[in-house]
């Protein structure tokens, strides 16, 4: 034999997929269309297009003279094994989005009753600031008050020096 063919022969005795390794995950997803001749490889949990399969079958020539595959056991089974998974696949994509329209549902209802609850400090802190507000002013005002008192009574005592003052220098 040939290098050539037992290098062929060594390739289509591994079980290793000949196609893009697709997580179950991305399938389910629908990042990944699942297509015939995909297979579940449940041991590593990705899928994979058998592409050596895939050649196989147009080789062989599946397909009659309208173009349509021909109905036999291993194209009914292969069909159903393709919507089989299929199906599985549709499954997961529904789980995963129910579970994260749960999520999203309940990260909502989280953030709404934080909002509330911001809201009612923010409420709190406006009365506060509000209260603070006509406090300090009430003691602007008072301090105001006094401050005019302290002034007059400077004022009135200067001018009682000064009175002083000039009575003393015209004695």
Known sequence: ??????????????????GDLHSTA???????KVRPYMYLDKR???AYLDLRAAGMASAAGNKGLSGRK???????????????????????????ME?????????IDDLRRELH????????ERKQVAT??????????????VMLRWRKAIDEKRA??????????KE
């Open 132 to 145: 603070y507000r006509q406090d300090n002013q009430e003691l602007i005002t008072s301090h105001e008050q």
């Open 1 to 18: 034999m040939t290098m050539m063919s037992q290098d062929r022969i060594k390739a289509e005795n591994t079980a290793e997929p000949t």
């Open 117 to 124: 609850e911001c809201k009612e400090e923010l409420e709190k």
């Open 44 to 46: 590593r949990d990705v």
């Open 70 to 96: 021909r109905t036999t056991p291993e194209n009914l089974l292969e069909h159903a094994t393709h919507l089989e998974l299929e199906n599985r696949f549709l499954e997961a994509r529904v789980k995963t």
């Open 160 to 169: 009682l020096r000064a009175s002083l003052q000039s009575e003393e220098r």
């Open 99 to 107: 579970e994260d329209g749960r999520k999203n549902r309940l990260k």
């Open 26 to 32: 991305e399938l389910a997803a629908g990042t990944v």
